[in-house]
């Protein structure tokens, strides 16, 4: 079955999490990452309880730890970054396991590391509950500019399109004795590029009729107006509440 | 000469009559790159009509078809809808009675789900809330495809984007359906079903189409349009088997194909 609209980035599921509307865990995921960057990078223990609180918001949603770690890969050149602080930091150094490293280059290594890692894995886990469809709606009921939602919506509909688009020119590219593996070749490579931007174009002014033809008037309508209930907004902001305590803990013994 | 016959079909009614459903006059067009693409069109028809639009390629079939909604606008002559001028400050309701199926449904379907691209048609026009998801309903219903409420237009085949392409213009519940080449890249089984889906509706239509068999299965009257203006205009079994006026605009019937096995869908 291709019924799925199935993201990389997306856990379809039906859990607690999954069915929270998607303002309410925009609002949520955003709270939660300026939680974790207010911290003060020396309360070393407020981070482990910050992902103790995403481990029990995974458990909820029934999203494997693995997934997560797989994911979070992607934050992998700032882990680089942050592993050579240490080294290339100024001011008073110590030295670990005889190799002289700075104290405030080490602690910046960290604070990146740690606020890093919690964010990119605060995003997936958003991104794990809310498809990309529900995170445009929520944006959308959050009154983010309609412009933005309104490319982003289409966005994620033609980029579909536009990459089957290439995957055929790139085929019948190959049908005719195209090698792409050979740096040589990277031209014609590249006016392909070009004639499918202006396929995108021309689909693009062709799409536009399509919406004016039903009453396109500026702005995506939202087609369910129920209102987000109070139990939704608590349910969805218990763990920010979490987090805003041990946040306010950090501040306070710091 | 071609032959320019009078619209077989007249509204007889004693009291007032009932404004055409769509009345062409004198429109010309040019493309801003200066080609011109309508020569003064004149194309009358009343409510309930089913008609072809007719001609081979580069013709100005598609041009016509963008005029009746208003999308395309800025020639010479005047277009009514239901006795209502195309013009700016009537465009919303314009849209509202012709709804407008597009060539290539890739372009008419521009949500990320079905469901959402038949309801933004209606949402447009003011429709929200259960009235809103009521009519996605309908309009799914009435081209069978309920079941595909909430998939991505992209996973599903051609036969059924079309249908789905059909949904949206019918969730607007137009006066007035516009039909550009219906039955274009379609294999012969969705063909049919998209066929007997049209056969069904009660819609005024004007189907825009070089399928010629297509078009006297389903449409009574066809209009032969050619190098922007209307050279023809008749039953579609009469145009359909004056082999020496199809010829002369680039139409033929398919190979094999005989005028007097086919029988016509309609009523």
Known sequence: MGGGHRHPLHWPGNSPGHRLPPQVKIVAALLLVICVVATPRQVFWAFGGYLLVLLVLWRVAGVPVRWFAKRALIELPFVVLAVLMPFVGVGPRVEVLGVPVSVEG???????????????????????????????????????????????????????VIVAEERRMRLARLARGHNPRFLWQVGATARGLGTLFVRAYE?????????????????????????????SWCAGLSPVAVTALVWGVALWTS | MDQLTEPTQTTVDAGTPAPPALLVEQLTYAYPDGRQALFGVDLRIEPGERVALLGPNGAGKTTLALHLNGVLSGGGGTVHVSGLPVCRPNLREIRRRVGLLFQDPDDQLFMPTVSEDVGFGPANFGLRGEALRQRVRQALAAVGMTEHVDRSPLHLSGGQRRRVGLACVLACEPDILVLDEPSANLEPVARRELAEVLGELGHTMLMVTHDLPYALQLCPRAVLVDG????????????????ALLARHRLELPWGFSLSAAEPTHG
């Open chain 1, 106 to 160: 080490a602690l910046a290594g960290w604070a990146i590391l740690a606020k890093g890692t919690l964010g990119v894995l605060t995003s997936l886990t958003l991104a794990a509950t809310t498809s990309p469809t529900e995170l445009l709606v929520g944006l959308r009921r959050l009154h983010a500019p309609a412009v933005l939602t309104t490319i982003a919506t289409l966005m994620l509909r033609y980029a579909e």
């Open chain 1, 203 to 231: 689909r693009g002014e062709r799409v536009h009729l399509a919406m004016l033809s039903r009453g396109w008037t500026g702005a995506l309508p939202d087609a369910d107006d129920r209102r987000t209930s109070p139990r």
């Open chain 2, 228 to 243: 922007g203006i209307v050279v023809a205009d008749g039953p579609t079994r009469d145009i359909l088997a004056d082999s």
